[in-house]
């Protein structure tokens, strides 16, 4: 069945870098689009990034574009987020999500998500 | 890009239904039929209820239905049961730059 386990959670201080992974199983990952939705403490779903299954596309919310960048690399069925200059409000439980095959359809499966804290 | 709004709470009890509401934009909600629903329990990821306005995973029971007028998106749960008192969110793509968007979420609790 579907799996992502997302990875690389942890303390950071305010303007510091932090790099998420999502391994993926279960499903042809290069064929799907995937994406990074974050919840801060007691907080609803927040959509943070997309990239399409080729890679050719990637999208962000405003409020981490410039900051974060989406990627993957498909001969490890894994899905990243890098994060610079981070800032309080990115305090969250961030979430690996696989696209749907019409990739303007949303998310599907989900993982457990890995919680950042960006605090000094 | 603003969050599409959502009631905080809606609540009912054993057996009733409950229509959740998900109001957007003609850039969103009102421009494509990429409307989706996730339900979210405590400590839980979120799973995908209704995809494409109104269209069922499978596995998902046919208590929950989905349907979209205009710019607004609505959730109905019927036959409520004690297992659906959850948070339940709204997602729709958008044309402005940022993709994706999610609602406000809304707490459903039973009476």
Known sequence: ????????????????????????????????????????????????????????????????KGRFTISRDDSKNTLYLQMNSLRGEDTALYYCARGRRIEAAGPDCWGQGTLVTVSS | QSALTQPASVSGSPGQS??????????????????????????????LMIYEVSNRPSGVSNRFSGSKSGNTASLTISGLQAEDEADYYCSSYTTSSNFCVFGTGTKVTVL
């Open chain 1, 1 to 64: 069945q579907v799996q992502l386990v997302e990875s690389g959670g942890g303390v950071v201080q305010p303007g510091g870098s932090l790099r998420l992974s999502c391994a993926a199983s279960g499903f042809t990952f290069s064929s799907y689009a995937m994406h990074w939705v974050r919840q801060a403490p007691g907080k609803g779903l927040e959509w943070v990034a997309f990239i399409r299954s080729d890679g050719s596309s990637k999208y962000y919310a405003d409020s981490v």
């Open chain 2, 18 to 47: 409950i229509t959740i509401s998900c109001t957007g934009t003609s850039s969103d909600v009102g421009a494509y039929n990429y409307v989706s629903w996730y339900q979210q329990h405590p400590g839980k990821a979120p799973k």
